[in-house]
C-alpha cells in the first residue's frame, strides 16, 4: 500500500469516538496526561527519597478520569459520595484536586490536607467534594458506601454513591456485602460499584485464584446491571460510566462495571514502582487515535507533557520546603474538637 | 421502675424524636421481633439487616460520613470480632484524616456471661473495645444510667460504642427515668410488644424526658473508708449487695459506667481515702483493662499511701466460658469468689 492509498484509507475510516465532542475528547487527553505526569512526579519524590511509600494509579486514568468527569460534584447528600481506593488520582484530577495536595500527602507535610502527614500517598480525603477517606484494608469502602447510599436514597435528588476497588479485594467479604445490601428487595441503593481490574493482587496473578469468567458476573446474581468495559479506552469508559450514572440517579438502583485497566508501575513502591512496558497503556493509545483523527499535534501533545511535568517540579521544590507535622500533635483529632484523649490528663 | 430494656427502649425512641436518629438497625433489630432482648421493639425507624455484622458496621460507619446519627446493634459481642478491623477504621477516621470527617454512630451490643450463654454468648468485650483509640466506650449497671450514657452516647459526635450487660437486662431500677410511668403494669401495656401476632401494635410511648449521664464521669454507688471496689456492668451489683452487707469494713463502690474516657479523678480520691482497692469486672484476665487502671494507680503517688497492692478480679484466661454452672461460675466473677477476694484484700497487713 502507499503512503497515498493509506492515507484514503485512514480517512474512510475516520474514527468517530461515539459520538463524543472534540472539547470533551481533548479534555479527557489533558485530564489523563496530568494525572499520568503527576504519579510519576510522586514516583520520582519517592526514588529520590523524598517520601517513605508511593502507591498509585498510573494505568487508570482511562477509567478514572471519565469516572470523575460524570461526578455531580459538591458537598452534602446532594451530591456524589466517593468511596475510592488507592489508585484513584485520576478521578480527582478530573474532579479537581490541586496537584499540590497530592504532592503535601506524599510527603506527609504539615499542610497535607487529606490526612495532616498521617498517611501514605493516594490516601485521599476531600470531604468538600464528598471524598471520603481512603482506606489501606483493603475493600471496606465496598461497604461503607451502603451507608452513604442510604443516607441519599432517604435524601433524594440525584446523589449517589461511587465505590471503587480492585480485582484482587474483590475476594473479601465487603465486596458481597455491598452487592447484597445494595439489592434488598424494595430497599435498593443508588450505588455505582466499580472493579478496576489490572489482573493483579500484589504479586499475586487474578487468574491464578478466580475462576469466574467475570467480576460483574457476580452481579447479575442479585439482578443488579453489570457491565464488563475496557477500562484502557476512555471513550468506551465514558459512554459506559454516563450509561451507569443515569440508570443509577434515574432508579435508585445499583450499577456493577468491572474495568480492564492496566498497572503501568506495579503494585506500589515496595514493588519498585517501575514501568510494565508490557501492558497497555490507555494514554498513549488515546493519543494515537486523537492524533491520527488530527483532532491534536504532536506538537501539542510535547507541549503539554512539558507544561505539566515543568508545573509539578516547582510544586515539588516548593513543597519540599516546608515543614512537617509537629510530634506534639499527635493526640490531635482523637476525638472530635480535640477533647482530650489521653488518659494521662484525665 | 423500668427494666433496662425498657430504658434502652426509650432512650432510643427519645432519640428517634429528639435527635434525629433515622437508622436503628441490626439482625432481628426491627419488626417483628424487636430486638433479641426487647431493647427495640416499636421503634419507627428500626430496620432488619443481612445476618452480615461486617455489613453493619459498614453501613454505620457510612451513615456517620453523611453526617447522619445512627445506632446500629451486634446481636451478641460473640460475633463482632470479624469487625475489628472496621472499628479499627471508624476509631481512627477523625485522627487520620486531620479532623475531615467524624463519626457520630452508636453501636450496642449485649456483653458478658450470666444467662447461661456456653461458648458464644457469654464473651465480653471491654478489653478489646477499650484497646481501639478513637472510640468512647460506655457500659450501664442499671436502667437510668442506661437511658442517660445512651442518649449521651447518640449525641456525641464520637463513635461511642455502648455495651449492654445482657444478665442485667431484665432487671429493674430503683429511680424513674425523667417522665416514665410509676406503674410498671402502664409501662409494659404501653411500650411492651404482645405475644403473638404484632402487626397491627403500636407503642403509645410515654412523655419521656431527656436525661444525660455524662461519658468520662463514674459514680459512687455507696460511700466507704476501708476499701474501693471499682466495677462496672454485670459484676457491679454483685460487689454493691457484697459491700453493703459487709460486718465489718466499710466499702466504698464505684460504678465507672464510661470505660474510655474513664473518671480517673473519682479513682483516685477514693483510693486516697480507702487507701485499699480491687477492680472486679469479667473479660479475660490477661490485658484487661483494669490492669491498666491498676497500674496507673502503682505508678501515681497512690503507691506511697495504698495499705495493699491494687488488685484485679477477673474472667479466668482460658478460650470460653463453659455452659454448665460448674463452668460459667468457676469462669467469671460471681460473689463468692469476689467476697473472697475483698476478705484478702481486706485483710493485707502493710
Redesign the interface.
Known amino acids: 500500500m502507499t503512503a497515498t492509498e493509506a492515507k484514503v484509507t485512514r480517512s474512510k475510516t475516520k474514527e468517530t469516538f461515539s459520538g463524543l465532542g472534540k472539547d470533551l475528547l481533548l479534555k479527557m487527553h489533558d485530564l489523563m496526561l496530568q494525572s499520568r505526569i503527576l504519579e510519576e512526579r510522586l514516583i520520582k519524590i519517592y526514588k529520590t527519597g523524598e517520601a517513605f511509600f508511593w502507591i498509585g494509579a498510573p494505568g487508570e486514568e482511562a477509567f478514572g478520569v471519565p469516572l470523575g468527569l460524570l461526578s455531580h460534584k459538591g458537598q ?2 446532594a451530591y456524589d ?1 466517593f ?1 475510592l481506593h488507592y489508585r484513584c488520582t485520576p478521578t480527582l484530577v478530573a474532579m479537581g484536586m490541586k496537584a499540590e495536595d497530592s504532592i503535601r500527602l506524599i510527603m506527609n507535610k504539615k499542610g ?5 502527614g ?2 501514605f500517598s493516594n490516601h485521599y ?3 468538600e467534594m464528598n471524598i ?2 481512603v ?1 489501606s ?1 483493603i475493600e ?1 469502602q ?11 436514597k ?1 435524601f433524594g435528588g440525584k446523589g449517589i ?1 461511587v465505590v471503587s476497588g480492585g480485582d484482587a479485594g474483590t475476594a473479601e ?2 465486596f458481597a ?1 455491598c452487592l ?2 445494595s439489592s ?1 428487595p424494595g430497599e435498593e441503593l443508588p450505588i455505582l460499584i466499580t472493579v478496576q481490574n489490572n489482573g493483579w493482587g500484589i504479586s499475586t496473578d487474578y487468574k491464578s485464584q478466580h475462576s469466574e469468567d467475570k467480576i460483574s458476573d457476580r452481579g447479575k446474581a442479585f439482578n443488579i446491571k453489570s457491565e464488563t468495559i475496557n477500562g484502557n479506552d476512555p471513550v468506551e469508559s465514558y459512554i459506559k460510566l454516563k450509561e451507569a450514572y443515569d440508570y443509577i440517579r434515574k432508579h435508585k438502583k445499583p450499577y456493577l462495571i468491572e474495568a480492564y485497566v492496566s498497572r503501568l508501575y506495579g503494585h506500589s513502591s515496595a514493588s519498585g514502582a517501575n514501568l510494565h512496558q508490557d501492558q497497555e497503556d490507555g494514554l498513549k493509545s488515546y493519543e494515537k487515535r486523537l492524533l491520527r483523527a488530527d483532532l491534536i499535534k504532536e506538537k501539542d501533545v510535547k507541549a503539554l507533557y512539558e507544561k505539566y511535568d515543568k508545573e509539578y517540579a516547582a510544586l515539588f521544590r516548593k513543597i519540599q520546603k516546608e515543614e512537617g507535622p509537629s510530634a506534639d500533635s499527635i493526640w ?6 480535640n ?3 489521653d ?1 494521662r490528663n ?1 | 421502675m423500668a427494666n433496662m430494656a425498657q430504658a434502652i427502649r426509650m432512650a432510643l425512641h427519645f432519640a428517634e424524636e429528639n435527635y434525629d436518629v ?2 436503628i438497625f441490626g439482625q432481628d433489630v426491627g419488626a417483628p421481633l424487636g430486638g433479641v432482648f426487647t431493647a427495640t421493639q416499636g421503634l419507627k425507624t428500626a430496620w432488619n ?2 445476618l ?1 455484622e ?2 453493619i ?12 446519627r ?1 445506632v446500629a446493634e451486634i446481636q451478641f459481642c460473640d460475633y463482632i470480632f470479624n469487625t475489628i ?2 472499628l479499627k ?1 471508624a476509631g481512627n ?10 463519626l457520630p454512630i452508636t453501636l450496642m451490643t449485649p456483653v458478658g456471661a450470666g444467662i447461661r450463654g456456653s461458648v458464644y454468648h457469654s464473651h465480653s468485650f471491654d478489653g478489646w473495645a477499650t484497646r481501639i ?2 472510640w ?1 466506650i460506655v457500659m450501664p449497671s442499671n436502667p437510668r444510667d442506661a437511658y442517660g450514657l445512651l442518649l449521651s452516647a447518640i449525641k456525641d ?2 463513635p461511642v460504642m455502648f455495651l449492654k450487660p445482657k444478665s442485667l437486662l431484665r432487671i429493674k431500677g430503683e429511680k424513674l427515668i425523667p417522665g416514665e410511668p410509676a406503674s410498671e403494669k402502664d409501662l409494659k401495656d404501653a411500650i411492651d410488644a404482645p405475644l403473638g401476632d404484632r402487626s397491627n401494635w403500636t407503642p403509645k410511648w410515654p412523655n419521656i424526658k431527656e436525661h444525660l449521664v455524662e461519658i ?1 464521669k463514674a459514680k459512687v454507688i455507696k460511700e466507704g473508708k476501708d476499701l474501693t471496689i471499682v466495677s462496672y456492668g454485670r459484676t457491679l451489683p454483685l460487689c454493691q449487695q457484697l459491700a453493703e452487707k459487709h460486718k465489718s469494713a466499710d466499702i466504698e463502690v464505684i460504678d465507672l459506667r464510661s470505660l ?6 473519682t479513682i483516685y480520691e477514693s483510693v486516697k481515702k480507702t487507701k485499699r482497692v480491687l477492680f472486679v469486672n469479667e473479660e479475660t484476665e490477661v490485658t484487661n483493662f483494669a490492669e ?1 487502671l491498676s497500674y ?1 494507680v502503682s505508678q501515681s503517688d497512690l503507691f506511697y499511701r495504698i495499705y495493699a497492692s491494687p488488685r484485679v478480679l477477673a474472667g479466668k484466661n482460658v478460650p470460653g466460658i463453659g455452659l454448665h454452672p460448674n463452668l460459667e461460675e468457676a469462669t467469671v466473677p460471681y460473689s463468692e469468689e469476689i467476697k473472697k477476694e475483698i476478705e484478702e484484700v481486706l485483710n493485707i497487713v502493710p
Open positions: 452534602g447528600l459520595y468511596h497535607d490536607v487529606c490526612t495532616g498521617r498517611n480525603c476531600f470531604p471520603t477517606p482506606s484494608p471496606i465496598y461497604g461503607i458506601a451502603l451507608g452513604t447510599a442510604r443516607a441519599q432517604r454513591s467479604g465487603d456485602t447484597i445490601w434488598r490531635d483529632h482523637t476525638f472530635v474538637n477533647e482530650n484523649a488518659w484525665f | 433515622k437508622d439487616t443481612p452480615d461486617r455489613g458496621v459498614a453501613t454505620a460507619i457510612g451513615l456517620g460520613l453523611a453526617g447522619e445512627c478491623d472496621l477504621y477516621l477523625n485522627w487520620s484524616t486531620h479532623g475531615n470527617y467524624n483509640p478513637g468512647k459526635p464520637n468520662g474510655y474516657p474513664y473518671d480517673w479523678k491498666h496507673r
